[in-house]
């Protein structure tokens, strides 16, 4: 948590993959809110960090990356979600970069409370850290069919996917706020109601 003062709160938004915690995230920087996107700091930092690509690739080997230097998203992926043991190595790599990244960043905000946008939180235990958490969710049929519309992923893919995070019901005992993402109006609405209680 926040433990500085003066410093904002640290608000945790987090939701299964197809659940729309990115377009909630961007509703709150549309309300002038500061917003850590950990999954594109992480890609960042793979791309970046020499430290941590050299890591990442004696982990994988040199297809971690293609001629280009590009993270080889697809290949990572089927090896990393076929293989539970070799996605917490590549975890205990990439995680502590992104905490540190994000103290830095922390550091120089101000106002009641930010934003940090994660993937996966509570699955980590990742709410001890958070000063309040916001769980987005949404039906998992109309989440699997998101997916495979944003990302050209058969419903198989995405199954598999969902398989490595837990579902809405166990997560919602452990969230502060809930919102539901089926009408983006209503959604729109809550977020706005939201950011008067976090404003507090």
Avoid at 30 to 54: S, T
Avoid at 81 to 87: A, C, I, K, R
Avoid at 101 to 110: A, E, P, S
Wanted: charged share 25%.
């Amino acid at each position: 948590m926040s433990s500085l003062p003066n410093k904002p709160k640290i608000v945790c938004l987090t939701g299964g993959i197809g659940s729309g915690k990115s377009t909630v995230a961007a509703m709150f920087a549309d309300l002038g809110i500061a917003v850590y996107r950990a999954d594109d700091a992480a890609k960042k930092l793979m791309q970046e960090d020499q430290a941590l690509k050299r890591a990442l690739m004696d982990l994988l080997g040199a297809n971690t990356f293609d001629d280009k230097g590009q993270l080889n998203r697809s290949w990572i992926a089927q090896r990393l979600f076929n293989d539970p043991g070799l996605l917490d190595q590549w975890n205990d790599l990439v995680h502590p970069r992104v905490s540190d990244d994000f103290k830095q960043w922390l550091n120089l905000q101000t106002g009641n409370y930010i934003i940090k946008e994660v993937a996966i939180l509570f699955e980590t235990g990742g709410q001890r850290h958070c000063d309040l958490s916001v769980l987005v969710t949404a039906p998992v049929n109309e989440r699997i069919k998101r997916v495979m519309k944003r990302d050209s992923w058969t419903q198989e893919q995405v199954q598999q996917r969902l398989k490595h995070q837990w579902t809405d019901d166990r997560k919602i005992p452990l969230a502060d706020f809930v919102v539901e993402n089926l009408d983006l109006s209503l959604l729109s609405k809550e977020v706005s109601e939201l950011h008067v209680l976090l404003s507090r």
